[in-house]
Each structure stands twice: as structure tokens, then as C-alpha cells.
């Protein structure tokens, strides 16, 4: 007699209520926190602050994952801006494919354009996708891909987001627009407008030289731009070119957490072996009866 121990879900197995996803990562993957703590997170999908206006599917926690090789080379970057007083922002990392088939069922809902005043003032939501800001197989499935601004290292925290306020255009000038404490970029994160293309001549002069900063820190440790976005970065030594991942973002546990869900893993499957082996049992003795 064989009994099932284990259900898959996502990338992670569930004992008896306890899921092995909130234990470890897949392999290859890490938490951005844990390779470098400095860098400043604001994970927009996990909130109501992005295009949608609500959280996205698959985004559980305000966590950056990423692959090992693609947080190394963060790393790597923000070590060169520390020098400069200045920190890394990181606003999406590796996105599940269910958040992308969330993207693309809004898309189809002309009548949800809650957040249009902000994220895309000048466009008709049903572009996005034609126009190329957002991708059917988006590149951050892969688990390398990074969208990123520039902090100035001594920000106390981020500004938070208040949604009882009217909403402001993402192309306004800086001190306009959402105050996201970045350093000026000439817009707004996931701006969906031209004034958000990398090379973009309209913007102010310092938001080009800031994007030029930008670019330069992030080439030298790995990383290509995206013409269209002056905030997306993919990482060109990506270990999984060819494969996208659904696995849910968890909230990170310290490592002291991760050995007690580890240890609680160890004994329920232990336990569940148990009765495994005791029905087994009961049933032979069962069956024993029969036969006299």
C-alpha cells in the first residue's frame, strides 16, 4: 500500500499543513536581502501602488528574488554607488508567470483604468502590451531581470503611498509627480510614456545624467538596459535563458525560523510515515482475521 505524503504546489511541497516554499527558494534563487541588505526595497506589485492599483497575483510579500548570480551581481553594484553616497532602489525582481496572465487579463478590461491618471495618462490601457511595456513571456520570469532607481544612501525610509490622495501623472516634474525618493529619473516607475525611454532627450539634463549613472553601474556589473524603460536591467549571464517560473514570493524567514520549519518538516513527515506504516499494519491484521 502506497499513501501520498506530499502535494506539489507552486515550487514548494506541503507535510501536513506546513509548505516547504516558505523553508527554501528553488534551487538557484536567493532573497535580495540576504546578499545585500543595503539595498532599498519597495516591491510595487505586493501593494496597491502600480498600474493595476492592487496587488498582483503571485506577489505575496515586499520581497526582491532573484537568481544567485543576478543578486551577485547587485551586490556588485551597489558597492560602486555606495562610494557616491548613494543606494540602489529595487522595485521588481523575478515576477511569477501568473502575475503576467494577471497583466494581460487587466489589459482586457478597458473599464479598470483606476490608476491611469498616475501610470499611463497619455495611453489607452489595451497598448500596453502592442506597445511593448509589458510582454505575453516577460523576461522577469527568468528570475534575472531587475526594475531599479537610485537613492540617496542617507533616506531614512521610502515614502510611503497614500491612496486617499489624488493621483499625479508619472510625467510631471520631480516634486510633482509621486515623491519616490529616488534621485530624478524625469518620471515616475512603470511610467508607461515615451518620456520613460532610456534615451529620451526630453527629460531634464540632470534626469539624463542620472540615467546615464544608472546604466553605467549596472553594465559594468552584468547588466543590459531596455530602450523603452530606463528602469529595467537583465542580467546578461542569466543561468535559466530559456525558462520561466510560477513559483509564489514568500515573505523571507530569518535563518533561526528557517531551522525550526525545517526541523517541523522533519517530524511531521516523520509522523506521517508513522500512521502510514500503523494503517498498513492494522490492515494486514485485518485481513489476517478474515482468513481464520
Not at 523603452?228 to 535563518?255: G, K, L, V
Amino acid at each position: 500500500m502506497f499513501v501520498k505524503l506530499a502535494t506539489t504546489v507552486g515550487a514548494g511541497l506541503i507535510f501536513g499543513g506546513v509548505t516547504a516554499a516558505t523553508v527554501e527558494l528553488p534551487h538557484g534563487f536567493v532573497y535580495l536581502a540576504d546578499v545585500a541588505p543595503t539595498i532599498r526595497q519597495d516591491i510595487r506589485y505586493s501593494g496597491a501602488h502600480n498600474f493595476i492599483g492592487r496587488p498582483v497575483q503571485g506577489y505575496l510579500a515586499n520581497e526582491c528574488v532573484l537568481t544567485e548570480r543576478a543578486a551577485a551581481a547587485l551586490a556588485l553594484a551597489q558597492t560602486g554607488l555606495a562610494a557616491k553616497k548613494l543606494s540602489l532602489v529595487v522595485w521588481d525582481c523575478y515576477r511569477p508567470a501568473r502575475a503576467v496572465r494577471d497583466f494581460l487579463a487587466w489589459s482586457k478590461v478597458p473599464a479598470d483604468s483606476r490608476m491611469k491618471a498616475e501610470f499611463f495618462p497619455n495611453m489607452d490601457k489595451v497598448q500596453v502590451f502592442a506597445l511593448g511595456y509589458l510582454a505575453s513571456h516577460s523576461a522577469h520570469s527568468r528570475g534575472s531581470t531587475v526594475d531599479l532607481g537610485i537613492v540617496p544612501s542617507n533616506l531614512r525610509s521610502l515614502p510611503a503611498y497614500d491612496r486617499t490622495l489624488p493621483l499625479r501623472p508619472c510625467t510631471a516634474p520631480k516634486g510633482e509627480r509621486f515623491e519616490d525618493g529616488t534621485i530624478d529619473f524625469g518620471t515616475g516607475y512603470d511610467c508607461l510614456d515615451p518620456l520613460a525611454s532610456t534615451a529620451n532627450p526630453s527629460v531634464p539634463r540632470e534626469a539624463i545624467s542620472n540615467r546615464i549613472l544608472l546604466q553605467r553601474h549596472m553594465q559594468r556589473s552584468g547588466f543590459k538596459s531596455y530602450s523603452r524603460e530606463w528602469w529595467h536591467f537583465e542580467f546578461a549571464d542569466e543561468p535559466f535563458p530559456q525558462q520561466s517560473f510560477d513559483f509564489p514570493i514568500i515573505a523571507r524567514r530569518s535563518p533561526q525560523a528557517n531551522t525550526q520549519a525545517k526541523a517541523s518538516l522533519f517530524y511531521t513527515h516523520r509522523a506521517s510515515f508513522k500512521v502510514a506504516v500503523l494503517h498498513r499494519h492494522n490492515q494486514r491484521h485485518q485481513l489476517c482475521r478474515y482468513r481464520i
